[in-house]
């Protein structure tokens, strides 16, 4: 009927604009540890800046990227191959600037990040009949995805010790709530619950640690900050 196509016009205009949004800001997102980035390289230093997430950031694109394939998705392979390519670089960077310890601790997890990410893949696209692999990959990457953005919530105490939310990056934060919204409101109006799902769930992760802002400032106070004879060498992730 005339109304009944209305309403396909409509939400197809809809996920159009969602999608478009979702898209941009999530390049934004991705790009936005930039500033981040290249003051490692002034400074010679990772700082306290955690990598963790990167790596999370890494692992969640590469998953999305072949459920985008899967499904003939393109918002969703696009947006995250470009991710995959931006966190890469960030942990080249990071690794770096690292202290010896740190590049240590790098190597050794990212070596089993890539071992585990082989396995899910020979596992999905050899044992895993075709009918089934869009689903059972649509919820691993949903699942990871949340672990993405629950990740710089590992720092979540040192932010309340010193009073001060410096390990983490603002401008990710901000585009992260933004992102995650509009990828809810777009796999809302094209019915894929492995979309809308865990990116209403990131909204309310990212917006938590976008509330830290509010509450801490950017730089530790002289007052909160533990003294050097007593804080013992700086926490590393």
């Known amino acids: 009927t005339i109304m009944e196509a209305d309403q396909v016009s409509t939400d197809g205009m809809m996920s159009s ?17 930039w500033k981040t980035i290249r003051s490692f390289q002034v400074t010679k230093s990772t700082g306290t800046v955690a990598w963790k997430p990167f790596m999370w950031t890494s692992l969640n694109c590469a998953l999305w990227v072949a459920y985008g394939t899967l499904t003939s998705t393109f918002p969703v392979f696009f947006v995250n191959m470009i ?8 942990m080249y960077a990071y690794y770096s600037y ?5 590049a240590a601790d790098m190597r050794s997890l990212l070596m089993k990040a890539a071992a585990g ?37 590992e720092k979540i105490g040192q932010v309340m010790r010193t009073r001060s939310t410096e390990t983490l990056i603002f401008p990710m934060c901000v585009m992260a709530v933004s992102s995650c919204l509009c990828w809810t409101l777009y796999g809302w109006t094209i019915g894929d619950p492995y979309v809308y ?10 917006a938590l640690q976008l509330s830290l802002f509010f509450i801490y400032p950017s730089t530790p106070s002289s007052s909160s900050s533990p003294p050097k004879d007593m804080s013992g060498e700086e926490e590393n992730v």
């Open 17 to 33: 604009v969602f999608s478009l949004a979702a898209t941009c800001l999530t390049i934004a997102m991705f790009l936005s540890p």
């Open 83 to 90: 991710g995959l390519s931006a966190s890469g670089f960030y």
């Open 98 to 102: 690292a202290t010896p310890s740190d």
């Open 117 to 153: 990410l082989a396995v899910v893949f020979v596992y999905m696209f050899v044992f895993v009949p075709a009918p089934s692999r869009a689903d059972q990959l649509g919820m691993l990457a949903g699942f990871v995805s949340l672990i993405m953005f629950a990740s710089p919530l």
């Open 197 to 206: 799902v865990p990116n209403s769930i990131a909204v309310i992760i990212s």
